[in-house]
């Protein structure tokens, strides 16, 4: 009867087979329980309460962590300098997703399109000129990078336009201060000036005059 009683005090540290945990300071796995190591290791655990599933339901409803509790220590330490360190972690999190969005402006700005280049011999036209300037003389220099829109109709016109950027860089500031220039798969935000003038055109030749009224109307 001793032993029986004995054995289930020490069920919870030793665990059972079945997959039970053993407890402190035993460890079944990774650095013994309650030392430096095993403090470290659980240092980056996320906070609050645990969900556990009871009698078929989970424990609370709201979305929370599972697993084992954190540390007592670790949650003195969370309630004693809430909300640090998370708050900077957020201001990292907003930073990061910002720094992307100025990334990605500055990568549209510095883009050459279809309309930048002449249709027949893939030279920059007057626009193309007038942004590669800017991109060599306005751009900070950490987004000095050139990219080329390249061509869903015809792969072999990627080539020539990588050139005509390079060639036309090099006109202006000398082949060693040239920026890179790299392909990109992209597509033009709004309608090119070229199409629109058309669009203004042909609705214009197609203007029919106003009607006017002939003849006598009756009318005194």
């Not at 708050?87 to 700005?109: C, H, I, P, T, Y």
């Amino acid at each position: 009867m001793r032993s029986t009683g004995l054995w289930v005090l020490l069920m919870p540290l030793v665990g059972v087979p079945g997959g039970a945990v053993a407890g402190w300071p035993f460890s079944a796995d990774g650095p013994r329980r309650g030392s430096v190591e095993w403090y470290e290791q659980r240092a980056a655990d996320p906070i609050g309460q645990r969900q556990v599933v009871k009698f078929g339901k989970l424990w609370p409803v709201d979305a929370r962590p599972m697993g084992e509790p954190a540390p007592l220590i670790h949650r003195l330490h969370h309630n004693l300098y809430w909300p640090y360190p998370y708050d900077d972690l957020d201001k990292a999190s907003v930073q990061e997703w910002s720094d992307l969005q100025v990334l990605n402006g500055w990568q549209d700005a510095t883009t050459f399109y279809d309309y930048h280049f002449e249709p027949e011999s893939q030279a920059l036209n007057r626009s193309g000129r007038e942004r590669l300037y800017y991109l060599m003389s306005r751009v900070p220099a950490e987004f000095r990078t050139a990219y080329v829109q390249a061509s869903m109709v015809d792969p072999s016109l990627n080539g020539l336009r990588i050139t005509s950027v390079q060639n036309e860089a090099a006109r202006f500031v000398g082949p060693d201060q040239t920026p890179p220039v790299l392909l990109r798969v992209a597509t033009p935000h709004g309608t090119p000036a070229a199409d629109v003038d058309a669009i203004f055109q042909y609705r214009r030749a197609n203007l029919t005059p106003p009607p006017v009224l002939s003849g006598n109307t009756g009318v005194e």
